[in-house]
């Protein structure tokens, strides 16, 4: 497969857009009543900042139509009002009809064209943001419609056009950023052709990317789990499912209650180790965690009920029925030798001020409180003693003991886990053959999960485009007025297919394995989601652990897939490494030096894998306090004004307006996580839970 051949270059002003869409332009539907231009458009700045001011220097923009690419260059924010301007004008384009303009984080593109966007085209009329300062499409009323595609990618331009054998390719280091530039500067040769050639790699990805799927400019999903989300929809909706699936509706409120006992994967490292250099670990990884207990384990396939249940009830219906409830332990301690305490600190509804963690895992507490599935019990009561035990469902009338919800839980749809396990067959045998359909094969079937993840209900984030008498006004959430509502109108959607409770279950599940691996070894050393390190392994406990899932495998149907003489089954636990030294200060702080190359390697978020420069080869320099110097990381510095100034730079006057500095970041090494927000601990537990 390959993309469009290497477009023509002109500088904006130099070249008529009539010759480029030439007749009656061609357009594709995008919805009932909107319409794209159908051309593929990319569009890229190259940018100058300092705390004082930033500005543009370059920008690119490819179009490529009917087969045919252009790639135009401006110098400066007015001129990409002047070329976006000529566009519109050019192909009649309205708020219904537009011209999708792709970027690659558009987040940081539109802060140095925000002032100017405004001024011309007016507020935008409909923007989508996932977080502050973070957009992933903006529609204006003169039909430009900004989209970014990282969130399509998932990945920086230049890997993107690498995974997908683009024909033209991102140009790297021959743009000096410490050099100081004006949008009067001369530009080089090179210089041109490294800005050209990052819109041409982002248009040719995007054909690319497209044709992957069979879609076109009017219908490309905007995010990379919508690949995923079409296909598995096509498949379900192939069966009667769709008519199916609102047997599964959820009332607001048995909605919210499994959103709060929604959680990930864990990552932690044993309390007892933290910050000792241990020897001779061994990490063992699950192929598929979550796609193996999408195809073998039940899940909700019912309406929730509310009921009256013992827990001895709950634990032996466990297998068939589905429960979600508020869970209340009292004199709740982690037992003993047990390195990985389960409860998170970030979910507790409430517990009492003598409460202690253990980076943001409960350790101890007089009381507890914390909503639970029947799967989350069950890790809950395995791994802490506890003198009594309260559950039930709190409401605004008060706490209802024994009530839960419960509904009847089944496997999931054939349409579903054969999705799934085509994915996995590709993503096996497509890994030394086509590194362009692994990748593919590989995201697709790492989006299965979160597809079921996504909230149905969220808050619109919103940027207050007029003035502001605090910056910290800037930004805000906007929470739904009536959120049952917006639920409601979600279920009645036509696209709708996926019940949310999967996802939660999904976590769930998982998480029982993680801690059924990590009872394989003697010392549990550290967690991540899906794989887990120690030392002292049995080895039979952990085929022992390799046939029950093969098992259950087998039980549905679903055989090994063999590639090169070799069997693959999804959800075994496979040796991954031997460390002969690790040391952990906590969740993603790890290094370790590998059997395989005897090489020094860490496991930092936030941090790039170079960084291990900074420890000279010596594992015992990964210690609290460490400092990351030049670890390739950007902090923004937003500066956002709310007018166009015209300020005089060597002797050059620049019309600027809000900029974004980006700023090197140190990164501290310590031995703690971080929570943006904890609920109020202290409680009264006596009289939120005694007998009235």
């Known amino acids: 497969m390959t993309s469009t051949v290497l477009p023509d270059r002109h500088y904006f002003k130099d070249y008529d857009f009539s010759e480029l869409f030439t007749g009656r332009v061609r357009k594709i539907k995008h919805s009932r009543k909107e319409w794209y231009v159908d051309a593929w458009a990319s569009f890229d700045t190259e940018t100058t900042a300092d705390a004082r001011a930033g500005f543009i220097v370059m920008w690119t923009s490819t179009i490529c139509y009917k087969g045919r690419a252009v790639t135009c260059w401006g110098r400066t924010a007015d001129d990409a009002i002047s070329y976006f301007d000529t566009l519109a004008d050019l192909l009649r384009l309205s708020e219904r009809t537009r011209l999708p303009v792709y970027v690659h984080n558009y987040s940081y593109d539109y802060v140095f064209l925000r002032n100017f966007l405004i001024d011309s085209f007016g507020?935008?009329?409909?923007?989508?943001?996932?977080?502050?300062?973070?957009?992933?499409?903006m529609i204006?009323?003169?039909?430009?419609?900004?989209?970014?595609?990282?969130?399509?990618?998932?990945?920086?331009?230049?890997?993107?056009?690498?995974?997908?054998?683009?024909?033209?390719?991102?140009?790297?280091?021959?743009?000096?950023?410490?050099?100081?530039?004006?949008?009067e500067t001369p530009l080089t040769p090179e210089e041109i052709?490294?800005?050209?050639?990052?819109?041409?790699?982002?248009?040719?990805?995007?054909?690319?990317?497209?044709?992957?799927?069979?879609?076109?400019?009017?219908?490309?999903?905007?995010?990379?789990?919508?690949?995923?989300?079409?296909?598995a929809r096509n498949a379900a909706f192939e069966t009667d499912w769709k008519e199916r699936v609102h047997a599964l509706d959820m009332p607001f409120e048995v909605y919210d209650r499994c959103s709060r006992t929604f959680q990930g994967g864990i990552t932690h490292g044993n309390r007892w180790h933290v910050g000792s250099v241990l020897h001779d670990i061994d990490s063992y990884d699950f192929a598929s965690s979550y796609p193996f207990v999408m195809c073998t384990e039940k899940f909700p396939a019912s309406a929730w009920v509310r009921a009256s249940y013992t827990l001895d009830g709950i634990q032996h219906d466990a297998g068939d029925y589905g429960f979600i409830f508020d869970l209340v332990l009292i004199d709740c301690r982690i037992k003993p030798n047990r390195p990985m305490p389960p409860i998170a600190q970030s979910k507790c509804t409430r517990y009492t001020?003598?409460?202690?963690?253990?980076?943001?895992?409960?350790?101890?507490?007089?009381?507890?409180?914390?909503?639970?599935?029947?799967?989350?019990?069950?890790?809950?009561?395995?791994?802490?003693?506890?003198?009594?035990?309260?559950?039930g469902l709190e409401t605004e009338k008060g706490f209802a003991r024994g009530e839960v919800y419960t509904c009847r839980k089944d496997y999931l749809p054939q349409w579903f886990t054969n999705t799934i396990q085509k994915y996995f067959y590709d993503k096996t045998c497509k890994k030394d053959s086509d590194a362009q359909q692994y990748q593919?094969?590989?995201?697709?079937?790492?989006?299965?999960?979160?597809?079921?993840?996504?909230?149905?209900?969220?808050?619109?984030?919103?940027?207050?485009?007029?003035?502001?008498?605090?910056?910290?006004?800037?930004?805000?959430?906007?929470?739904?007025?009536?959120?049952?509502?917006?639920?409601?109108?979600?279920?009645?959607?036509?696209?709708?297919?996926?019940?949310?409770?999967?996802?939660?279950?999904?976590?769930?599940?998982?998480?029982?394995?993680?801690?059924?691996?990590?009872?394989?070894?003697?010392?549990?050393?550290?967690?991540?989601?899906d794989s887990v390190k120690g030392r002292g392994?049995?080895?039979?406990?952990?085929s022992s652990y390799n046939e029950r899932a093969l098992a259950k495998l087998a039980a549905r149907g679903i055989q090994?897939?063999?590639?090169?003489?070799?069997?693959?089954?999804?959800?075994?636990?496979?040796?991954?490494?031997?460390y002969m030294e690790f040391i952990t200060l906590g969740a993603k702080r790890y290094a370790y030096r590998d059997a395989a190359d005897g090489q020094l390697h860490i496991t930092v978020a936030g941090v790039p894998k170079r960084g291990v420069e900074v420890l000279h080869d010596d594992i015992y320099k990964f210690a609290r306090g460490l400092?990351?110097?030049?670890?390739?990381?950007?902090?923004?510095?937003?500066?956002?004004?709310?007018?166009?100034?015209?300020?005089?730079?060597?002797?050059?006057?620049?019309?600027?307006?809000?900029?974004?500095?980006?700023?090197?970041?140190?990164?501290?090494?310590?031995?703690?996580?971080?929570?943006?927000?904890?609920?109020?601990?202290?409680?009264?537990?006596?009289?939120?839970?005694?007998?009235?």
């Open 123 to 137: 507020t935008p009329v409909r923007a989508l943001a996932v977080k502050t300062h973070r957009y992933i499409s």
């Open 140 to 183: 204006f009323a003169n039909g430009i419609e900004f989209k970014d595609s990282y969130i399509l990618a998932q990945c920086s331009l230049e890997k993107w056009g690498k995974d997908l054998g683009a024909s033209v390719q991102k140009a790297s280091g021959t743009w000096d950023y410490t050099k100081r530039r004006t949008p």
């Open 193 to 231: 052709n490294y800005a050209c050639a990052d819109a041409e790699t982002l248009v040719a990805c995007l054909q690319l990317k497209a044709a992957q799927g069979g879609y076109g400019v009017g219908n490309i999903p905007l995010t990379a789990t919508g690949y995923s989300r079409d296909a």
């Open 353 to 391: 001020n003598t409460a202690k963690f253990d980076n943001g895992k409960l350790l101890s507490a007089d009381l507890v409180q914390i909503p639970v599935n029947e799967i989350d019990l069950q890790i809950y009561l395995d791994n802490y003693d506890y003198s009594g035990i309260i559950y």
């Open 440 to 529: 593919y094969a590989k995201s697709l079937l790492n989006s299965q999960y979160g597809m079921c993840a996504q909230r149905p209900v969220r808050d619109d984030i919103i940027e207050e485009f007029g003035a502001v008498d605090d910056e910290n006004k800037r930004w805000h959430i906007d929470k739904k007025p009536d959120p049952a509502a917006e639920l409601a109108k979600y279920y009645r959607k036509y696209n709708y297919f996926l019940p949310y409770q999967w996802g939660m279950y999904v976590t769930s599940y998982a998480r029982r394995n993680l801690y059924e691996l990590g009872a394989c070894c003697a010392d549990w050393i550290y967690c991540d989601t």
């Open 537 to 542: 392994w049995d080895l039979a406990a952990v």
């Open 560 to 578: 090994p897939v063999t590639y090169k003489g070799r069997a693959y089954s999804m959800g075994v636990a496979e040796h991954d490494a031997t």
């Open 627 to 692: 400092v990351f110097h030049d670890t390739g990381k950007l902090v923004p510095e937003y500066h956002t004004v709310d007018q166009i100034q015209q300020i005089n730079v060597d002797g050059c006057a620049v019309r600027v307006g809000s900029w974004v500095n980006l700023v090197p970041a140190d990164y501290l090494l310590d031995m703690t996580d971080r929570f943006d927000a904890l609920l109020d601990t202290v409680i009264d537990w006596e009289k939120d839970f005694s007998e009235t």
